[in-house]
């Protein structure tokens, strides 16, 4: 990849290289709003992998040429051999903008050079983020029903047909001891 990186034009000083990958932290009640991103940092000059600390800003974008990024965040990153890991949304959240079922591009620039060439569609993975809300007519805050309406507001109260609260007839039960 590290040749792949210099044939595309990535950045003079450095290349990420090989085995960068997006997820999310395991799902939980709360889902933590972090992408895990990973990679392999390699100095342009002479192919070593680098080692300390180096700061890098990541921009998640609607597309692969636009210049405006939805999200930014520059984080400190520690290198050992070259290898990163760090977790994106942590010094500065995402918004619900961010990951909302559109394709998106993750643009990396370290340091004082150029952002890296091509930004990396980012899979599916992160949209698990709005995973503790269903897209539609169903939210954790009401219920519509299709040709029918509003049943349970935004407050989480009742406003449909009372009736609906009835269930079907039952069975009649034995017949009771007769009173005095």
């Known amino acids: 990849m590290l040749a792949w990186m210099k044939r595309r034009g990535a950045p003079a000083a450095l290349l990420v290289a090989a085995g ?35 700061s890098m800003l990541f921009a998640i974008y609607d597309s692969q040429i636009t210049p405006t990024a939805l999200w930014l965040e520059t984080q400190q990153v520690s290198f050992e051999n070259g290898y990163f890991s760090v977790a994106l949304g942590s010094n500065l959240p995402f918004t619900e903008k961010t990951f909302e079922g559109a394709v998106r591009y993750l643009g990396i620039t370290i340091g004082d050079d150029p952002e890296m060439a091509p930004r990396a569609r980012i899979g599916s993975v992160p949209f698990a983020l709005v995973a503790d809300n269903a897209t539609g007519d169903i939210t954790p805050s009401s219920v519509t029903i299709p040709d029918y309406g509003t049943v349970i507001d935004s407050d989480g109260k009742w406003v449909g047909d009372p009736t609906g609260l009835v269930g079907p007839k039952g069975d009649t039960g034995p017949q009771g001891p007769a009173g005095p």
């Open 20 to 54: 960068a990958v997006l997820g999310t932290h395991s799902a939980q009640a709360d889902v933590p709003a972090l992408v895990m991103h990973q990679g392999r940092l390699y100095g342009a000059k002479d192919g070593k992998p680098i080692d300390g600390e180096l």
